[in-house]
């Protein structure tokens, strides 16, 4: 039987894939032979994995659209990975058998979905396919040097204006953060700029009040968005206290806002 000469069947909708156990693991099999064959032998031991290259190369290339607790991951575009696996990992799935899933789910993504193919390749992907393996519905937090691979999200000095200009920078690696959660300014005109280089599309957009991650305050201006590079705007304020978040759809809900005081 030659499993990689048959088209891939269409998928059924995720909602039934996920409320379907019995249905996940056997897709989870059919995915791990896939992956053997097509690899030669992808799914090694854990011992040979860079556990810190997975959990930075996962939070750079698909944090934006995967929530994993883990990972401090909170995109909405794809489904929640602890949730996807949770029901497997309780069935006593082994994770070497989710990390031919994941690595399967790397190389063949449902080509109808969101998901682009081949994100990460080579080792690359076997480490993070072992780092997701390894993280998903496994409650805790990651330990020791795992822990620091990646800053959590928000957690930078907080930026303070100078001269009018004000410096907030989209997370370099990737998560939907600013590299601060916190910043100040004087009252008068500022103009708040993001630097963004993580390769996802993000802008800076100033809001009234402190609205946190669902505020509907009035937008006193918004940039433009990047995915490379650094956009600015240019707001009036007056003393008191504001939100700074993105509009790409659900980035402020998975945590990229902060809190402005203006003295
Ligand atoms: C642009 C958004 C996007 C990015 C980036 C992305 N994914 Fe996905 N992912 C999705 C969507 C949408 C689905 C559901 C449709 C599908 O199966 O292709 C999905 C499905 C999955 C699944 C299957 C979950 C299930 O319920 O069966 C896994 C595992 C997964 N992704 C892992 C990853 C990994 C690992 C990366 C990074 C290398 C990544 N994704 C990057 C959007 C994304």
Redesign the pocket.
């Known amino acids: 039987m030659s499993l990689l000469a048959t088209p891939p069947e269409p998928?059924p909708p995720?909602r039934r894939?996920?409320s379907a156990p019995a249905q996940r693991l056997s897709a989870a099999g059919m995915l791990l032979m896939l992956a053997i064959a097509a690899g030669g032998c992808s799914v090694k031991g854990a011992d040979n994995a860079d556990l810190i290259e997975g959990k930075q190369m996962?939070v750079a290339?698909?944090g934006?659209?995967?929530t994993l607790a883990r990972a401090n991951t909170r995109g909405l575009?794809?489904?929640n990975?602890d949730e996807?696996f949770r029901a497997s990992v309780n069935e006593g799935l082994q994770r070497s058998t989710i990390r031919g899933?994941?690595e399967g789910?790397?190389r063949n993504?449902?080509p109808e979905?969101?998901?682009?193919k081949d994100?990460?390749s080579g080792a690359t992907a076997r480490n993070?396919a072992a780092y997701?393996s390894a993280a998903v519905a496994n409650p805790g937090q990651d330990t020791g040097l795992l822990a620091s691979a990646v800053e959590p999200p928000g957690a930078g000095k907080p930026a303070v204006e100078s001269a009018g200009k004000l410096q907030i920078a989209a997370s370099p690696s990737g998560q939907l953060a600013y590299v601060s959660s916190k910043a100040s300014a004087t009252a008068g005109a500022v103009t708040v700029e993001m630097a963004n280089m993580s390769g996802v599309s993000h802008n800076i957009a100033i809001e009234a009040g402190s609205g946190g991650a669902s505020g509907s305050g009035t937008v006193l201006g918004a940039s433009q968005f990047t995915a490379k590079g650094t956009v600015a705007v240019t707001v009036k304020l007056k003393p008191g206290t504001y939100t700074y978040f993105c509009q790409a759809p659900g980035h402020r809900a998975a945590g990229m806002f902060g809190t402005l005081t203006v003295k």
């Open positions: 998928r995720l894939r996920l996962f290339k698909c934006a659209c995967h575009v794809g489904p990975l996807a899933v994941v789910q790397i993504p449902n979905g969101a998901m682009p994100l990460v993070v997701v």
